[in-house]
């Protein structure tokens, strides 16, 4: 990926976002992302070279999905941010194990654990390491 292609990702990634505040909603975007081709990257980890689509893609989302609703055990999503709710092209979704700040003025802002993009997208830096149960999760989907 080029200088001018990473900068046009992050200034993407940086746009204006909707967020999924209610499970119902995210069930009804995971159905928009189900039709379509999209890489799928978890940040810290080698960025995807192609995207993922048909049953692969259903079974990444699904347990992204199972992981969410299990470990931010609210009666609201909250964590998921979406670029266009109706025609989705930039998911971010954020670890609810390490939900830090997001907008944060005086702080470095937390970055999202997983992206979902029809583009490719450009790694985004983290200044912690990839804690290890997420590490194992993404491993599950290893060749």
Known sequence: ????ATDAFHARLKGTFY???QWQQLDVLWERVKGNPWFFYQVGETLPVTPLSGDELTVRIEALNTLLRHEHDYHYCGIVYVDNVER????KVYDPGTLGSSCSHNATPTPPRWILSIAQPAP???HAPVPNNRRRWWQL???
């Not at 990926?1 to 001018?4: G, K, N, P, V």
């Not at 989705?88 to 998911?91: A, G, K, N, V, Y």
């Open 1 to 4: 990926m080029d200088d001018l």
């Open 124 to 126: 985004i830096e983290i």
């Open 88 to 91: 989705p092209t930039l998911i």
């Open 141 to 143: 989907f290893s060749d």
């Open 19 to 21: 967020g999924i505040l």
